[in-house]
């Protein structure tokens, strides 16, 4: 019986089997059930990412069989972290060997601040009335984007470092500075631990309104 279910439908079966190393191993999309990237990313997206842009892993391990690049400082990753035991999605703000401090939320890298733009608003962004923020550009080199600074619920973590970042580990922050679980709890993470980079939203479904869709988002860029 079970042979024959198999025989009658082997065509599926092997197409199921490549859809999964696909995803695996080439690409993927992974729906963001957080909000610890506002503004870049919104809570009910669904990212793309991709799985080559560091590395060709052995499907369904992190074994790296083909070394492509390294993250540079303002991707957007993956990280499947073993600190947090889970899944995250974070900004690159510190590259191996590099000195992080934060000081009331400026970033300084190597003793050298950030600059930081104020946005009037951001289109699309409803905050909580019982946590309004104000927005930033934040500005380092060539890395460059909004950041979220919640009023009345500041993070305790505004002041951190400074830390020196260990050879093949990286120091990832979210946009939301006051309400993301980062390096500053979690500690620099493993470039092994790396799985992806994303740089689009492919949809994105709105909660706060019977997830209906946010059809300004999708195929939206993110930087």
Not at 36 to 45: K, V
Not at 80 to 104: C, F, M, N, Q
Not at 171 to 194: A, K, T
């Amino acid at each position: 019986m079970l042979k024959q279910l198999l025989s009658r439908n082997k065509g599926f079966i092997a197409f199921l089997f490549c859809m999964i190393v696909f995803r695996s191993a080439v690409a993927d999309w992974n729906t963001v059930p957080t909000g610890s990237m506002q503004p870049t990313i919104r809570i009910g997206d669904r990212i793309l990412v991709d799985k080559l842009a560091y590395d060709v892993r052995l499907p369904f391990t992190d074994v790296s069989l083909l070394h492509l690049g390294d993250p540079k400082r303002g991707d957007i990753v993956l990280i499947d972290s073993h600190a947090a035991d889970e899944v995250l999605v974070k900004r690159v703000i510190g590259l191996p060997g590099d000195t992080v401090a934060l000081r009331d939320n400026v970033l300084s890298i190597n003793d050298r601040e950030a600059r930081y733009v104020p946005l009037a608003s951001v289109t699309g962004i409803r905050d909580d009335a019982q946590d309004p923020a104000r927005y930033d550009i934040e500005q380092y080199g060539s890395m460059r984007h909004a950041i979220r600074l919640s009023l009345w619920r500041p993070s305790d973590k505004r002041d951190f470092g400074p830390i020196k970042i260990p050879a093949n580990e990286y120091l990832m922050l979210g946009d939301n500075r006051d309400n993301s679980e980062d390096s500053r709890y979690l500690g620099s993470f493993p470039r092994r631990e790396i799985i992806g980079r994303t740089d689009r939203v492919a949809m994105s479904f709105d909660p706060g309104h019977d997830y209906l869709p946010r059809m300004d988002r999708f195929g939206k860029a993110l930087r």
